[in-house]
């Protein structure tokens, strides 16, 4: 049920993919398999998020986080601070600083997970998630710290993906100060600019 409901996610097919997640949840309940539960929250969560059903993918987060902690499972534990941080960051209302805030909070406690577990590429994500939120609260002296401990970890576990979409959003960071003589060294490491264009990193989304 569960894979069948992310195929149906990304086929856009919203309806269905709830349907098969809603399934694999009530199945995982009544086998007491609380590994697969806490999969299935965040899975749903994601899910939640996507549909921008905000509140609702938090209440699912909180359940998740709650067994994730249970079990000890500090990786998962992680997985659900990341992205719970990343849907109060999503959310869009009068109390957006308030919002961005416990975004904040929860990314940072993620890194600290990450941290305590040596999983760099996880850590350089929430690290890059973490960057995101302070530039869309204008904050990009911030930013731009965490982007840059970003590309770190990304250049030493040879991640080079991610490292030149990090590299995007700081080139783009350093235009909006003004900080022009800075940026040449990052556009000419960056060499595919036009096909990741619409990337999540390069515009700085959370």
Same mark, same amino acid.
């Given at each position: 049920?569960?894979?069948?409901?992310?195929?149906?996610?990304?086929?856009?097919?919203?309806?269905?993919?709830?349907?098969?997640?809603?399934?694999?949840?009530?199945?995982?309940?009544?086998?007491?398999?609380?590994?697969?539960?806490?999969?299935?929250?965040?899975? @749903? *969560?994601?899910? +939640? $998020?996507?549909?921008?059903?905000?509140?609702?993918?938090?209440?699912?987060?909180? /359940?998740? #986080?709650? &067994?994730?902690?249970?079990?000890?499972?500090?990786?998962?534990?992680?997985?659900?601070?990341?992205?719970?941080?990343?849907?109060?960051?999503?959310?869009?209302?009068?109390?957006?600083?308030?919002?961005?805030?416990?975004?904040?909070?929860?990314?940072?406690?993620?890194?600290?997970?990450?941290?305590?577990?040596?999983?760099?590429?996880?850590?350089?994500?929430?690290?890059?998630? @973490? *960057?995101?939120? +302070? $530039?869309?609260?204008?904050?990009?002296?911030?930013?731009?710290?965490?982007?840059? /401990?970003? #590309?770190? &970890?990304?250049?030493?576990?040879?991640?080079?993906?991610?490292?030149?979409?990090?590299?995007?959003?700081?080139?783009?960071?350093?235009?909006?100060?003004?900080?022009?003589?800075?940026?040449?060294?990052?556009?000419?490491?960056?060499?595919?600019?036009?096909?990741?264009?619409?990337?999540?990193?390069?515009?700085?989304?959370?």
């Amino acid at each position: 049920y569960a894979n069948l409901g992310i195929v149906y996610q990304w086929m856009n097919q919203f309806e269905k993919a709830e349907e098969e997640l809603e399934s694999a949840l009530e199945l995982a309940k009544k086998s007491y398999n609380d590994p697969g539960l806490a999969y299935i929250y965040n899975l @749903l *969560g994601i899910f +939640y $998020k996507r549909t921008n059903k905000f509140s609702k993918s938090i209440r699912i987060f909180k /359940k998740g #986080l709650e &067994l994730q902690i249970q079990l000890q499972n500090r990786f998962g534990e992680g997985k659900i601070l990341q992205n719970m941080g990343g849907c109060y960051s999503s959310i869009q209302n009068t109390n957006k600083e308030k919002d961005h805030d416990k975004a904040r909070l929860h990314v940072e406690k993620a890194i600290a997970v990450y941290s305590s577990l040596e999983e760099e590429r996880a850590m350089g994500n929430a690290l890059a998630d @973490l *960057g995101n939120i +302070y $530039k869309n609260l204008g904050q990009l002296t911030e930013a731009l710290d965490n982007h840059h /401990k970003a #590309l770190a &970890l990304y250049r030493k576990i040879d991640e080079v993906v991610n490292a030149r979409r990090v590299l995007f959003v700081i080139y783009d960071t350093y235009i909006k100060l003004g900080m022009y003589d800075q940026t040449s060294q990052f556009f000419i490491d960056a060499e595919y600019f036009e096909s990741n264009f619409d990337d999540y990193y390069f515009l700085g989304r959370s």
